[in-house]
């Protein structure tokens, strides 16, 4: 394994005795991203077939405490902006075009909107920003769409907008029984449409999609018509999509049946995506055997 592909591959969400906030290299970030754990807990809301959390080690702490958070953030961006995390591994293997801080993202072991103090974390961040001259750098959720209309949420993310913010959503089914069988939560899917239609008629969202290959089997035909019908729908009731950000499997899953599609196989559904959603930025990003 290259260093380049390590640094990719090391997602984890650990960074010396830190308990909240990590650096990685990331692919869709194309650069630095700072991620802020909000579910230490590691309780979510879904239980998807291809989630690499490790769920039956115990969490190292349940708790949420936002004073030692913004201390481990503030160390991280320190870092960053000095250059200083670039000399350490696996980040020293980082090409000259990744040697960016593009984003801090709301991404942990678990859904960052079911955390009580979610609004309270955002505006934390968001003030950290300023005495760093870090306004340009942007805020992101990384979400599975579960709960984008829960007052406290919306109140979360209005500090996020004003603050460089982007709201990465996930759908990764166009039925209810692919969303079933793949996310295996007990939100309704109808929920999750709502959602993403009422957030993005008030901001523009990204829409984050991972399609894999499940007991043997890529989404079929019927799934990925049923999926572009979503996305239609949005888009005609005056909802903002600014890309679909198309992905699969990375990193080893608890399910064995839960593999990566092939790139052949992502370019093929990136094309539908293209000519059924004109005008709409198609972003791909392939499974490991892609990353030399």
């Known amino acids: 394994m290259t260093d380049l592909i390590k640094a990719h591959r090391d997602h984890r ?4 005795e830190f308990d909240y906030c990590y650096p990685v290299i990331s692919r869709r970030s ?3 991203s700072l991620g802020v754990n909000l ?3 590691k309780v979510c809301n879904f239980d998807c077939v291809y989630c690499e959390v490790d769920r039956l080690a115990p969490p190292k702490r349940k708790d949420l405490d936002l004073d030692l958070l913004e201390r481990e953030l503030g160390l991280l961006l320190d870092l960053a902006t000095s250059g200083e995390i670039y000399q350490i591994p696996p980040f020293d293997s980082a090409r000259p075009e990744q040697r960016r801080l593009n984003d801090i993202a709301f991404s942990g072991d678990g859904e960052p909107t ?3 103090e979610f609004a309270g974390a955002v505006a934390r961040v968001a003030r950290i920003k300023t005495p760093r001259t870090l306004d340009q750098v942007k805020l992101v959720l990384i979400t599975d769409s579960s709960r984008l209309q829960a007052p406290e949420v919306v109140q979360g993310l209005e500090t996020l907008m004003a603050n460089q913010g982007e709201v990465w959503a996930k759908l990764d089914a166009g039925s209810e029984f692919f969303y079933r069988e793949i996310c295996r939560s007990q939100v309704p899917y109808t929920k999750i449409l709502e959602n993403l239609l009422v957030t993005a008629r008030r901001w523009p969202i990204l829409i984050q999609t991972l399609f894999l290959e499940w007991q043997g089997q890529g989404p ?3 799934e990925l018509k049923a999926y572009c019908g979503r996305l239609e729908q949005i888009l005609a009731q ?5 890309a679909i950000q198309l992905y699969t499997v990375a990193r080893p899953t608890p399910e064995p049946e839960a593999r990566p599609l ?3 196989e992502l370019d093929a559904i990136a094309a539908r995506l293209r000519d059924h959603l004109p005008g709409l930025p198609v972003e791909v ?7 030399a």
């Open 30 to 32: 194309r650069g630095l």
């Open 13 to 16: 969400r650990i960074w010396r």
């Open 238 to 242: 005056n909802g903002r999509l600014q």
């Open 262 to 264: 092939r790139r052949l």
């Open 220 to 222: 079929g035909e019927a």
């Open 39 to 41: 579910n230490p807990d």
């Open 285 to 291: 990003y392939y499974g490991p055997e892609e990353w």
């Open 114 to 116: 079911t955390a009580r």
